[in-house]
């Protein structure tokens, strides 16, 4: 079955505690993607990667790290979470430059306190 | 900058017609999309319409396109319980990456 996965999907944790969150997809998709949701702001875009080995910021890249060394993986690594990181994340993942579909991992509910 | 607006509630009766409309900045957009995100899950492509097309229709859902007015609406007919979900409207990023920006999402709230 084609998907993407994330985990954990739900993340209890403290102010300055490193964490990883981890997404795969196995569709070989060259593009994936973090987001994160917050109420009344929609989906916002956190880093992106359009192959192996290429990443770049999106538009609130603030506080979070990624990396690509593998086409199906793309981690998520927070090195000092702070409680402005709680939110809901989603990692997305596309067929290459043009293609019209994301496909969506289920969301990682981090709450930092 | 792009910017994609759209109503953050809509409640209606069972069976009776959903409207759910988003307002667009960029024109160039060769794609708008509509994702719908059910309850503790990701969001799913739900349909997409093509810049040059007017209107679309898969079974209950009707995309309506208005360019001169950068305006898009989702139409559900026959609304059911089963369609309680938050909707968004999405176009691509004009600098492409496959970037996407969202609305803010519409909770549609179905009740008998």
């Known amino acids: 079955e084609a998907q993407v996965t994330q985990n954990p999907r739900y993340l209890i944790t403290v102010t300055g505690k490193k964490l990883t969150v981890t997404c795969s997809q196995n569709m070989n998709h060259e593009y994936m993607s973090w987001y994160r949701q917050d109420p009344g702001l929609g989906l916002r875009q956190i880093y992106y990667s359009m192959n192996v080995e290429v990443t770049d910021k999106g538009d609130v890249p603030e506080g979070y790290k990624v990396s690509r060394k593998e086409k199906r993986n793309f981690p998520l690594i927070l090195e000092s979470p702070s409680p402005n990181q709680t939110s809901l994340y989603f990692c997305a993942s596309a067929a290459g430059q043009g293609a019209y579909e994301q496909y969506f991992g289920p969301g990682t509910r981090l709450t930092v306190t | 900058g792009e910017d994609v607006e759209q109503s953050l509630f809509l409640s209606v009766r069972e069976g009776d017609s959903s409207v759910i409309n988003c307002t667009y900045t960029?024109?160039?957009?060769?794609?708008l999309y509509w994702y719908k995100q059910e309850p503790g899950a990701g969001l799913q492509l739900l349909t997409y319409i093509f810049s040059n097309m007017d209107m679309k229709q898969d079974q209950r859902l009707t995309v309506l396109l208005n360019k001169k007015d950068k305006h898009l609406s989702l139409r559900i007919a026959d609304t059911q319980t089963g369609d309680s979900a938050i909707y968004f409207c999405a176009e691509p990023f004009s600098g492409g990456y496959n970037k996407l920006i969202f609305g803010a999402g519409t909770r549609l709230a179905v009740h008998p």
């Open positions: 960029d024109s160039s957009s060769t794609y």
